[in-house]
């Protein structure tokens, strides 16, 4: 016979028993769940191990609570695709990927000699790769330490705070922010506390309690705007931190293209986390994320992986080692130049129309740009051939803002580009009757 109500007199009794009747469907998604008191007077016990039971719930994601509404069975959670889907026809501003016409190259030769690999056994760190990649943090950014491979930035991110938080912890994240975290943050069950943005860094709050575990930092090329952390704003954060007991992830995903200074690791005295990615220069399918750091986590996180994935394809590995060892110099500075100068001129052209985006001074190919009415702007602009991306999803204030990805756009579209948004946003102002 289905049960159809919870049951049991401990909280762990309780928690099993209403995982039950939701796993069974019994209680659906949206259904609302007694509210503590009432439960317990109807089981018999105190209050306080009915709300124990709905803590056990809620940290294991079965169920959610929002305040007034009380506790409810959450909606399916949709896997998070972040592709963006272009009308046709449309210059594509809004996916965020980069231009593959600065990929290099797969020739023929970059596997001779190479055999795959059909032994269990002989898996692990690609020991050239290794090597250059320990070699390259020394010298590009300052860090000498052990270094972990994964997949991507957002897996490291997602070890680390797995390894360092527990259920509730507060993390601060920029704001606005790269739209994957607030959805891995929701996901692990940690609060995310936004830190607004000015064209130094992330300001840090006056008024912030010290009940933060994690601090998530991208020192150059912030994701959506661009921003360079000055060397102020990075020596501040520097002082903040050292009084107080928190792990710092600094995601320096377009480290190997930039040409701004990286102010380093060594004033850091507290535990820390490096992290960078091949993608902007290798493209997602020679994807590899670095970590490096002075704290145990890193051991820890060998340790898990070990005992899941255990290695990163050795192929993947070898491609790695020989197209970054081609790019290294010349050629990576090329890349990074490209970018540097489409962003250069699109700033320039609107600059002309009094239109000045965050990260002036910043690197990477997004720009931010804060409209009045979010949904007009991008309507307007498709009407004009340009597809860019909505920032909702980016944004913890919620206000109305535009990712503009010049990846994709020519350098002589630049100023056309940019006398279309300035007619959009003037357009904007207009009142219609």
């Not at 305040?67 to 998070?80: D, Q």
């Not at 309507?379 to 503009?404: D, E, M, N, P, T």
Request: aromatic fraction near 8%.
């Amino acid at each position: 016979m289905t049960q159809l109500k919870p049951k049991g007199n401990t909280a762990v009794n309780i928690a099993q028993s209403i995982e039950q009747l939701i796993r069974r469907k019994v209680w659906p998604e949206g259904y609302r769940l007694p509210t503590v008191r009432s439960l317990a007077d109807e089981l018999g016990v105190n209050p306080n191990t009915v709300s124990a039971a709905y803590k056990q719930l809620r940290d294991a994601g079965i169920i959610d609570t929002d305040g007034r509404r009380g506790s409810f069975v959450p909606h399916k959670t949709e896997i998070l695709h972040s592709e963006t889907a272009i009308p046709q026809g449309l210059v594509d501003l809004a996916s965020g990927n980069v231009d593959r016409r600065l990929l290099p190259p797969l020739a023929s030769d970059l596997l001779e000699h190479y055999s795959l690999n059909a032994d269990v056994g002989n898996y692990g760190d690609h020991p050239e790769l290794m090597k250059f990649l320990k070699n390259w943090l020394a010298e590009h950014i300052g860090i000498e330490s052990e270094v972990m491979l994964l997949s991507s930035s957002l897996d490291i991110m997602e070890r680390i705070l797995m390894q360092r938080c527990i259920s509730g912890s507060k993390v601060l994240i920029e704001d606005p922010c790269w739209p994957p975290l607030p959805a891995l943050l929701a996901t692990l069950r940690l609060e995310a506390v936004p830190l607004q943005m000015d064209d130094e860094g992330a300001v840090i709050p006056e008024q912030l309690n010290d009940d933060f575990s994690v601090v998530i930092l991208t020192p150059r090329a912030h994701s959506p705007t661009g921003i360079n952390y000055s060397q102020a704003r990075w020596q501040q954060w520097q002082a903040f931190l050292n009084q107080r007991d928190a792990l710092l992830i600094v995601d320096d995903h377009w480290a190997a293209l930039s040409q701004q200074p990286f102010y380093g690791m060594q004033g850091f005295e507290g535990e820390w986390m490096y992290t960078t990615s091949t993608s902007k220069f290798l493209g997602t399918d020679a994807r590899i994320a670095i970590a490096a750091g002075n704290s145990n986590i890193l051991h820890a996180m060998k340790k898990r992986f070990a005992l899941g994935p255990r290695w990163i394809s050795k192929i993947l590995q070898h491609l790695t080692w020989q197209l970054w060892q081609q790019l290294e110099g010349e050629a990576m500075h090329e890349i990074s130049e490209n970018y540097r100068i489409r962003r250069q001129t699109l700033f320039a052209c609107l600059n002309q129309h009094g239109i000045f985006p965050l990260g002036k001074n910043g690197e990477g190919f997004h720009i931010w740009l804060p409209v009045a009415n979010e949904a007009q702007v991008i309507q307007f602009l498709a009407a004009k051939g340009w597809a860019v991306q909505s920032c909702a999803a980016f944004h913890f204030a919620k206000r109305g803002s535009v990712r503009i990805t010049f990846s994709n756009l020519d350098l002589a579209d630049c100023a056309r580009l940019a006398d279309d948004i300035a007619e959009t946003l003037n357009a904007g102002r207009k009142t219609i009757y």
